[in-house]
């Protein structure tokens, strides 16, 4: 059962068959170290401009084949909203970029929102959603779990209360390793991609979409291998098969409509994963730099910056789309059950609980 707000809003999340085709502007941290590396600098010398006017320029050529544009407030937000289109929808990020070191060693993540920002301000500002990324792993302490749970619920709670829905971003992590391109951690990477959706698919969470990991890492495919993504040869850790078997578990696991990142891949790599991801149930996807991250490599020349992006970045998101095209309609997850089994809340009852 949905309210008037939320519902009015998921549809402007998806195209008209219930489709998402997301872009993802609203890299902080990642963006502003990318920046730095091309030219020579370190990230703190990367001014607020600098990412305001890139972020500005993603954009201006890519939000229009979008169905919704992620943002954060930080860079993007004051420009988007004169640039993106009023058919696409508007996502913004709640997160503070990274996380604060906890646990044992400083292995585990914390997460944390942005300081004065808050959903009653994303709705203030005309977004038609609100996004939460988290770190999140069973392997971590107790402690480090339930406050990522409670991150969420505190969201959650604002979202209902603001009539506007909830996106829930959530990226797992190693506690042992620094990295997460070992055969170690992709033969854990499903079990972990799955339990967390699983765990925050509960009605506790009052999460309305997920945006989700693939879960496996293909490089470790006995497909690809021998370097098909980015030429460097690895273990096989599973099959096609096995990691077709681990889709369709997730998607039994995700009790809402999901969507797939991408997690910084390659496009070959991350059309590859969303193929298998809609052929197991997604709802489409929320995809950044695997779209548009060549560009930075042009960086600062703008002109190039939009060549670039006009040719190779749209390219890479009418591949995405024409995947997406197949994809589930978001209202016909099993959660929902289909476009005419969806209900709006009775407006007694929303005004009850959750009085002006």
Known sequence: MFSSGKLVNLLRLADAAGRFKMLAVDQRASLQAALAKVTG?????????????????????????????????????PRAVKIIPHRVGILVAS???????AGPGGRERKGRLIDGWSVAK??????????????????????????QQRLVRTVADECVREDIPFLLEVVTYSVDQATTDTPEFARKRPHHVIEAAREFSSGAYEVDVMKLEFPCDLKYTQEFRHGTFDKKERPAVYDLGEVRAFCRELDAAAGRPWVILSGGVDIQEFIASLELAVEAGASGFLCGRAIWQGVVSTYPHEKRMRDLLTSEGLANFERANAVADRARPWFTHKSIGGWDQVQVQNGHEWYRRYPG
């Open 41 to 77: 600098r370190e990230p703190e010398d990367v001014t607020h401009e600098e990412m305001a006017k890139t972020k500005q320029l993603i954009i201006e050529v890519l939000a229009a084949p979008s169905t919704a544009t992620l943002i954060d407030p930080v860079y993007a937000l």
């Open 95 to 101: 997160e503070e970029s990274g996380y604060d070191p």
């Open 122 to 147: 994303t709705k203030r500002a005309g977004a038609n959603a609100v996004k939460l990324l988290i770190h999140y792993t069973p392997e971590a302490s107790s402690e480090v779990r339930g406050h």
